[in-house]
T-cell receptor, first 115, second 113 residues
Framework: QKEVEQDPGPLSVPEGAIVSLNCTYS??????FMWYRQYSRKGPELLMYTYSSGNKEDGRFTAQVDKSSKYISLFIRDSQPSDSATYLCAMSGPHGSSNTGKLIFGQGTTLQVKP | DGGITQSPKYLFRKEGQNVTLSCEQNLNHDAMYWYRQDPGQGLRLIYY???????QKGDIAEGYSVSREKKESFPLTVTSAQKNPTAFYLC????????????FGNGTRLTVT
């Protein structure tokens, strides 16, 4: 079993839809959670960064972390064709000998928003 | 503007040749990382360095080598011992050793024939 599971999709939605992207994980030590957006042939760019459980909102994007269920989500409201990309979740545990700040990535979900 | 520069964007090599991928950052970050990205496999860690003149193997280090002689630079050499070198290579950096996020360059697409 992978430490982080993410459905690769592809996920296709009409413009204006609410998009829900999810990851599950197995390591209860994870405390830092990130979402990256990656356009084709580009490097991933950081979208959202959260620590421990709770919600964080930034414009049309909302990140949720449920540590009790080991489940994180990214919601995109009023989705646009420019949101078409691959979305990667990533997480890491507290600094320590077994972690050293390394991120564990999900496989990525490919999203297409159709006009 | 601060950022991470990877060069070249596309690289072609013949099988059996070593090739070095460049990564430079002006973010004053301590730690630097190399990842490999293949379709359907996500990002896999090759090597990382938390301080100048020190680096550690990641999950798939075989067939690769790195150096960290300067804080700003972390070149990756893909050697002829790497059995399947064709991939998209991503360099990243971060501040400190804790849970701070990675910042990525725009990658180098290496094709070996």
């Amino acid at each position: 079993q992978k430490e982080v599971e993410q459905d690769p999709g592809p996920l296709s939605v009409p413009e204006g839809a609410i998009v829900s992207l999810n990851c599950t994980y197995s390591n209860s030590a994870f405390q830092y959670f990130m979402w990256y957006r990656q356009y084709s042939r580009k490097g991933p760019e950081l979208l959202m960064y959260t620590y421990s459980s709770g919600n964080k909102e930034d414009g049309r994007f909302t990140a949720q972390v449920d540590k009790s269920s080991k489940y994180i989500s990214l919601f995109i409201r009023d989705s646009q064709p420019s949101d078409s990309a691959t979305y990667l979740c990533a997480m890491s545990g507290p600094h320590g000998s077994s972690n050293t700040g390394k991120l564990i990535f999900g496989q990525g979900t490919t999203l297409q928003v159709k006009p | 503007d601060g950022g991470i520069t990877q060069s070249p964007k596309y690289l072609f090599r013949k099988e059996g040749q070593n090739v070095t991928l460049s990564c430079e950052q002006n973010l004053n970050h301590d730690a630097m990382y190399w990842y490999r990205q293949d379709p359907g496999q996500g990002l896999r860690l090759i090597y990382y360095s938390q301080i100048v003149n020190d680096f550690q193997k990641g999950d798939i280090a075989e067939g690769y080598s790195v150096s960290r002689e300067k804080k700003e630079s972390f070149p990756l050499t893909v050697t002829s011992a790497q059995k399947n070198p064709t991939a998209f290579y991503l360099c990243a950096s971060k501040h400190g050793q804790g849970g701070s996020p990675l910042h990525f360059g725009n990658g180098t697409r290496l094709t070996v024939t």
